[in-house]
C-alpha cells in the first residue's frame, strides 16, 4: 500500500492518525478498554439448525443448513436488533 495520492490506501490520512493515537491512549470509539470484550450469550432454538446469539446488546439469529451429499454447508445470518 502506498502513500501516496490515496486512491489505493484503504483508510485515509486522517482516519489512521485518529486510529494511531487511539491506540497509543488505550481508548476505543465505544468506550470499553483494549481487553474488554461484550458478554455472549448463545442459545439453541426449537428448529434444527436455528441458532440464537447475542453479543452485547446485539442479537443474531442464525439458520444453517448442512447437505452431507455434497459437503455443502450453506449459512444464512439474519440481524434481528
Known amino acids: 500500500m502506498s ?7 484503504l483508510v485515509s490520512l486522517n482516519e489512521r492518525n485518529f486510529i494511531l493515537s487511539a491506540v497509543a491512549e488505550n481508548k476505543r470509539i465505544d468506550g470499553r478498554g483494549p481487553y474488554d470484550f461484550r458478554s455472549l450469550k448463545i442459545t439453541f432454538g426449537n428448529e434444527p439448525g436455528r441458532v440464537n446469539v447475542r453479543l452485547g446488546q ?19 445470518f439474519y440481524l434481528i436488533n
Open 58 to 76: 446485539t442479537k443474531y439469529e442464525l439458520f444453517y443448513q448442512l447437505c452431507h451429499f455434497t459437503h455443502f454447508c450453506v449459512f444464512s
Open 3 to 9: 502513500r501516496g495520492s490515496g486512491q489505493d490506501d
